[in-house]
Each structure stands twice: as structure tokens, then as C-alpha cells.
Nanobody, 124 residues
């Protein structure tokens, strides 16, 4: 499956962005996740959802501010990001996997397919 992420940009602290990830195949067949990587840091999970939307998980620092969702009719996964903070600044990647077990949905190594990344910059 091919993934294309877009929607990043520059926003002031407290603002919102919605990232989109368009997939070339049915998203209902895959576990999907949003990950981010800041300079000098490891890639980390932001939010992830198991196949057919089950087993959603969020990073503690974004819980209550970010929401992962998917529109299976459009084969698109979204990440709505509200109340953005400067520490949310990173390149955001979407990922998909068709053999990701629920206990591993937060593990980037469990995903086989990755989008190209989109930069999110939050200014203070």
C-alpha cells in the first residue's frame, strides 16, 4: 500500500492542524498509525488504531488534544491536532501494517508501509 501524508505547516501555539494520509488500498484492512520524529530524537508514536478502528492508543502527551480517525470510504486516515504546543514540532509520518497485533500498534517497527512525512512546526 502507498501512503501520502499532507496537511502539515506552521501554526502558533494553541492552534490546530489536521493531517491527512491517503492510502492506495482499503484502510479498513490495516492497522494505521501516526508517528513523529523531532531532530535528534527517535521516532515515536502519536496515535494508532488497529484494523477496522479497534484498539486505539495515544501518546500520553497528546491524549485529549489529538484524535486519530479514518474514513474508509475515502481510504484516508486523519490526525486532528488541537491545542498544539511547541514540543509537538516534528516531522509527522503515517504508517500502515496488515499484520500488526494490538499489543504492538504503538511500535513503529511493526509497520511495513510509511508515508513521506509532513512537517509540523508550532511557534511559541
Amino acid at each position: 500500500v502507498q501512503l501520502q501524508a499532507f496537511g502539515g505547516g506552521l501554526v502558533q501555539a494553541g492552534g490546530s492542524l489536521r493531517l491527512s494520509c491517503a492510502a492506495s488500498r482499503r484502510t479498513a484492512m490495516y492497522a494505521v498509525g501516526w508517528f513523529r520524529q523531532a531532530p535528534g530524537k527517535e521516532r515515536e508514536v502519536v496515535a494508532a488504531s488497529g484494523r477496522s478502528g479497534g484498539g486505539t492508543t495515544y501518546r500520553d502527551s497528546v491524549r485529549g488534544r489529538f484524535t486519530i480517525s479514518r474514513d474508509n470510504t475515502k481510504n484516508t486516515v486523519y490526525l486532528q491536532m488541537n491545542s498544539l504546543k511547541p514540543e509537538d514540532t516534528a516531522v509527522y509520518y503515517c504508517a500502515a501494517g496488515n499484520s500488526v497485533i494490538l499489543s504492538e500498534i504503538a511500535n513503529p517497527s511493526a509497520y511495513s508501509y510509511w508515508g513521506q512525512g509532513t512537517q509540523v512546526t508550532v511557534s511559541s
